[in-house]
Structures are given as C-alpha cells and as structure tokens.
C-alpha cells in the first residue's frame, strides 16, 4: 500500500511503497569491492545461482584470477545432511593453500546461507583463530532478500569498522572519508586535503586490509556515499562525529563537500579557494558541453542504488534537468537532507518499490530519460523509451571535480545514441523515397 508522507523539505510528500521490487541483490558489490582492497579475497558461501550472477555480472575472462569467489552449496548442504562449517574449513584451507598472498579473506553471506540459519559468524570466528595472524577473517551479509546491491558495501564496511581498534586519545584518525572510490577518486581526494592543509586522513576501505588507524570521539567522518546507513552508525559507536554535507557529486556537490570538511577542520577561506579554484573551473567547462542535451529533459528515476537524489539533485542544479520522480530503495532522511532540499519543490519522491505501479506512473508521465535497473531497462526500450542502467553510476568513476563531466556524460549516452540512430533511418528512409 502507498502512504503519502510529508518531509521536512521543499519536495513533495513520499510514495511509500512495500510491493514487488526489482533490484541487484548485495553480492554483486564485491565486484567493485575486489578490486579495491587488493590483497583481500571474498568467499561466497551460496549456490550455484550466486556464481553465476556474479561471472555474468563481473564480465571475468577465463584467463584472469579475480578475487572472488564461490563455496557452492550441494542440495545435502541445504537439506541438512552435510556439516557445513567442516565443508567450509576444508574450502577455505584449500584456497589459501593456493592464494598465500590473502591477507584478509572475507566470508559473504547469500540468501541460501541466511535461509539455512548457517552461522557465517562462528564460522569466521573459528577460521581467525585457525589462520590469523597471516590470514584475518571476517564476515558479512551480501543477501538480496533484504538488502539492495549498494547495501553489500555497507555490511562489509560495518564489519571493518567493528574490527577496528578503539583509538587511543593522543592517536585517533583524525578524518575518516567512508564509502569504495575508485582510486583515481580518492587520489584527487588526497592531494585536495593536502592542498587544503588536512591531515590524518584515512579512506575507508582502504587500498590493502593493514589495519585501519583507531577510532574514538577524536575522530571526524564524512560520507563519499549515501547508502552508508550502518556503517555511519558503526562509526558514531565508536564516539566519532560525522560531518554532514551533501555528496560529492558534480562540481556544486563537490565544493559542498569540501567545504564541510574544511569548515570542521578550521581551513583558512582563502587556502580552501586557492586548492579548489582550478578543479572548480574544469568542473564547470566539462559540464558546459553537456549541458544542452540535458537542459529541460524530463527525468524519472526507479529505486536501485540510493543514489537517485544525489544524482537528481546534480541533474537539476548543474544541467538544467527536469526532475519527474526521485525514487530509492531506502531513504536515509538525515543523510540526504541537503540533497533532497536541493530538489525542485513539488518532486515526486518514493521509498521502495511496488514495481507495477511505478511503472504505471513512469509510463504517464512519459519522460525523456528513464534511470532503472537493468531487468526494467530492455522492457522499457522495447516500448520505444530512453533508458540507463542505474548499475552503471556504482561502477565508474563520478566522484569529484574531474568526474563530472563523465558523471553528465553518462546520462546524455542514451540520448546522443537516440540521436545518432534516428538521423540515420531518416536518412535511410529519405534513400528508399528517391
């Protein structure tokens, strides 16, 4: 049933929705999660069906070796006739035999684990104490029967977080940026706090599975992404401040960013616009070129990333978007409530998902752009409508100055292939007239 709620913002009220959804599920996170903590190794313990998934979703050629894989559970597994943690001891033992360079080897649970009752965390106690110090071993839920493909990310950041030391009053992170970025990202992010005077920095996750510097009430965090609900809460736990701003998104989501942590850290006004300034301007030339295309078109976007009011907020401010719907799989109110301010007043915002009404709704506000998961997109374009694949704004890069040209580059895909290919069958037709 859908509810109507009233916000605290200029947007108009909430579609709340708890139907039909039609989302990735948290397994397929480790694909950009493998490749940044590079000496970590993700263990799935699920079917054959999560495999699958994720070679289909990964795209892996059969000649590399990613770091990731599968401990497939057999039908005795899941009627009961099977010991599974001796199955998975015997797994794992295996693995690292074969993979000594793991420093840190991740179990991940999978709906068939969570529907079994399967202890992942025993399980993960067990092995440490069995492979530590040379191997540590943690766990985290990946299952899509409640969580979202972005929602992985958080469960494993959570768990690190746990992991990590109480900091002692004189030694404490002094920032923390939260949320996976692509390393060319966090490497522009590092050398703008170095600019800006910002010291004691640590990304999460980080680069290699070393252990993260403590943290206490000492200890600022930001977030690089909106979907971080608990690992947020993890974090302020352990007594440590977040700092609000919207995301960095686009060159106004950027600089609102930065300057929240310039402002928590004392940055003189004059260094913050001296470290800026020229990433700034880049930002907004990029833009400029993409403006055109995106300057009045009509947006609708279906929940799957908790993205959605980032990227509609940029959309509407930078490119002149006309924003139809804003919809996400959660909504994290106090998170993104710069974001959602940001939005045109009126916005149809929505929370969840009953798939046929939305679709119902997207189908009569006929819009220019429809942004949807991947099983929503064909269908959709078989009707002859414009879509992009959520996915798509997980896996590349967007963060930042310099990514915001890519991020407006990304949207305006479809449209220019519109364009491309109605310009030939006019031509085509024109031929066959004469």
């Keep these: 049933m859908n509810q109507p709620v009233s916000p605290n913002c200029a947007t108009g009220s909430t579609i709340r929705q708890r139907g039909q959804h039609e989302v990735f599920c948290g397994l397929t996170s480790i694909i950009w999660l493998h490749r940044k903590v590079q000496d970590a190794f993700f263990l799935i313990v699920g079917s054959r069906t999560c495999a699958h998934l994720m070679q289909s979703a990964a795209g892996v050629m059969i000649f590399s070796e990613p770091r990731f894989a599968t401990a497939i559970m057999e039908e005795r597994d899941l009627a009961g006739m099977a010991d599974m943690h001796d199955e998975l001891d015997a797994v794992v033992d295996k693995l690292l035999q074969r993979r000594p360079d793991i420093k840190m080897l991740v ?164 260094r ?81 998902q009953d798939v046929d009404l939305q679709i119902d709704r997207a189908r009569a506000s006929n819009p220019d752009l429809i942004v949807c998961g991947m099983g929503l997109a064909n269908p959709f374009e078989a009707e002859g409508r414009l879509t992009k694949w959520s996915i798509e704004f997980a896996f590349t890069p967007i963060q930042g100055y310099e990514q915001a040209g890519d991020l407006a580059e990304l949207f305006v895909r479809p449209l220019k292939r519109h364009s491309v290919l109605s310009e030939g069958l006019g031509i085509k037709e024109a031929a066959s007239c004469s």
């Excluded at 999978?110 to 069995?130: G, M, T």
């Excluded at 005077?197 to 290699?208: A, H, K």
């Excluded at 009011?309 to 799989?329: K, M, N, Q």
Aim: glycine share 8%; proline share 7%; with cysteine.
């Design 107 to 270: 179990l991940v649970g999978s709906c068939p684990s969570e529907v079994i009752k399967f202890d992942l965390s025993k399980a993960a106690e067990r092995l440490n104490r069995v492979h530590a110090p040379n191997h540590r071993v943690l766990c985290y839920s990946g299952s899509g029967i409640e969580t979202t493909f972005t929602q992985g990310e958080d469960n494993f950041l959570t768990a690190l977080v746990n992991e990590a030391p109480r900091a002692p009053a004189r030694n404490p992170a002094k920032l923390i940026v939260a949320g996976c970025l692509p390393d060319v990202v966090e490497d522009q992010f590092a050398r703008l706090f170095e600019d800006m005077g910002v010291d004691g920095v640590e990304f999460l996750p980080g680069r290699n599975s070393s252990a993260m510097a403590g943290i206490g009430p000492a200890t600022r965090f930001i977030l690089a992404q909106p979907y971080l609900g608990a690992t947020a809460a993890a974090l302020e736990s352990r007594g440590a401040k977040r700092i609000d701003a919207l995301f960095p998104l686009g060159e106004e989501g950027t600089t609102a960013w930065l300057q929240a942590i310039a402002d928590a850290f004392g940055v003189a006004e004059d």
């Design 272 to 352: 913050f616009e001296a470290a800026t300034a020229a990433p700034r301007k880049r930002a907004q030339a990029a833009l400029k070129a993409y403006r055109p295309w995106l300057d009045g078109r009509r947006i609708f976007f279906f929940p799957d990333s908790q993205l959605e009011p980032s990227l509609a907020r940029f959309l509407f401010r930078e490119t002149g978007a006309d924003i139809l719907e804003v919809g996400s799989p959660y909504l994290h109110r106090e998170h993104a409530a710069g974001e959602l301010a940001l939005l045109p007043p009126g916005t149809s915002i929505s929370e969840g």
